[in-house]
């Protein structure tokens, strides 16, 4: 039996998806099994394995899966497989270009408008106000640096000045994912 409360935040996270075959044909079925007490789901990055960066495809394949079988909101964040682990310096720019068509403000898809903020200069980080509990969200990249122009700790200043804006703003939050 469920606990009733009127004051809960109910959300499920996945991550690390869709690497092999099996993985990518059991992900609807996943999707689809979410409990319907959520609140929204969240996406936690590496949505796809590395190996397949050239196309729409696996980015695609996700996105619909959300759009058919989630009945709430779906935050995504980038991970690296998503992007950085592309390969050369193009193919990383072309991941990024299309996590960005498929996945940035994905949430406003279901038709469930929130009040989200995003930051201005990285519109992949996120922060949400919801009965007391403020959720932000932050685009960490893991693994090796390929490339210091890339502004590894860039990322990690503007992560930081990102939570730091969101804490500020939302005062009254009891708690913080």
Aim: aromatic share 14%; glycine share 6%.
């Amino acid at each position: 039996r469920r606990l009733q409360c009127r004051k809960c935040v109910s959300f499920y996270a996945h991550a690390d998806t869709n690497y092999a075959r099996e993985e990518r044909d059991r992900f609807p079925l996943q999707v689809k099994r979410i409990p319907n007490d959520a609140d929204f789901i969240v996406h936690l990055g590496d949505l796809k394995g590395t190996d397949n960066c050239k196309g729409d495809k696996p980015y695609s394949v996700v996105a619909d899966t959300y759009l058919e079988h989630a009945n709430v909101p779906v935050f995504i964040l980038a991970g690296d497989n998503d992007w950085y682990d592309c390969g050369s310096k193009s193919a990383r720019r072309r991941g990024w270009k299309l996590w960005a068509k498929h996945f940035l403000h994905f949430y406003n898809r279901s038709g469930n408008l929130w009040n989200v903020d995003h930051q201005a200069n990285r519109a992949e980080n996120f922060a949400f106000y919801r009965k007391r509990i403020l959720f932000i969200g932050v685009h960490l990249v893991g693994g090796d640096i390929k490339d210091e122009k890339e502004k590894w700790n860039g990322r990690l200043k503007d992560n930081l000045r990102w939570t730091r804006m969101s804490f500020e703003k939302y005062t009254r939050a009891s708690v913080v994912v």
